[in-house]
Structure formats: structure tokens, C-alpha cells
Nanobody, 122 residues
Framework: QVQLVESGGGLVQPGGSLRLSCAASGSFVGSVLMGWYRQAPGKERELVATFTSGGSTKYADSVKGRFTISRDNAKNTVDLQMNSLKPEDTAVYYC????????????????WGQGTQVTVSS
């Protein structure tokens, strides 16, 4: 069982910046793999940025060059630095995580945070 807590959302003007953070906790052993998704009103939830099981990163085309995902494996946290924000970035941002006990085992079904609102408006 994993609990995810996001923080850092808020209201910013176009061109501004925000930094989102997510902390994973709970009763688990092994590894946790974390990333960020978002969902705008009337839209499907979409990938924003994530780490892969191979240790690389993956970004949505719409945020490449503006957003940066980072992690602290020892603390089981992941951050999303968002720069040059646009009105179309307005959404609820969700932290996502999978766990596995060891190399060679299957990753769990995803866990989700409660979401944090990001609003970009002048």
C-alpha cells in the first residue's frame, strides 16, 4: 500500500513557473517508480513526465523544453519543475507510482495521489 501526496500547485501568470513535489510513503519494500500526469476539464488524463524502469525520462511533446522531472530515490520523492507556463497547462496534476519488490518481479498496479490544481491565467 502506497500513499502519494502532491504539493506546490497554485495560480500563476503565463510565462511563470511552479515546482510540484510528490512524496511516496506506506508499507512497501523494494523500488518505486514515479511520474506526473495531468487532467484538464473535459479532457482525458495524460502523461506529463515520468521516469522509466530503465532510468530514463519521458515527456509529453507539449512540455518538452519547459518542464523537468527530477527524483530523490533515497527519499522516494519526485518533483516537476514547470517553466514558461501557458494557459493550456491549466489542469489538475497527479503523481503516479508503481512498486516492485525486486528486480525481476512485476510492477504493481499504479497508485495515484489526490492531485494538485495548477492554474495559468492572467
Amino acid at each position: 500500500q502506497v500513499q502519494l501526496v502532491e504539493s506546490g500547485g497554485g495560480l500563476v501568470q503565463p510565462g511563470g513557473s511552479l515546482r510540484l513535489s510528490c512524496a511516496a510513503s506506506g508499507s512497501f519494500v523494494g523500488s518505486v517508480l514515479m511520474g506526473w500526469y495531468r487532467q484538464a476539464p473535459g479532457k482525458e488524463r495524460e502523461l506529463v513526465a515520468t521516469f522509466t524502469s530503465g532510468g530514463s525520462t519521458k515527456y509529453a511533446d507539449s512540455v518538452k523544453g519547459r518542464f523537468t522531472i527530477s527524483r530523490d530515490n533515497a527519499k522516494n520523492t519526485v518533483d516537476l519543475q514547470m517553466n514558461s507556463l501557458k494557459p493550456e497547462d491549466t489542469a489538475v496534476y497527479y503523481c503516479r507510482a508503481n512498486t516492485r519488490k525486486s528486480y525481476g518481479t512485476n510492477w504493481s498496479e499504479p497508485y495515484w495521489g489526490q492531485g494538485t490544481q495548477v492554474t495559468v491565467s492572467s
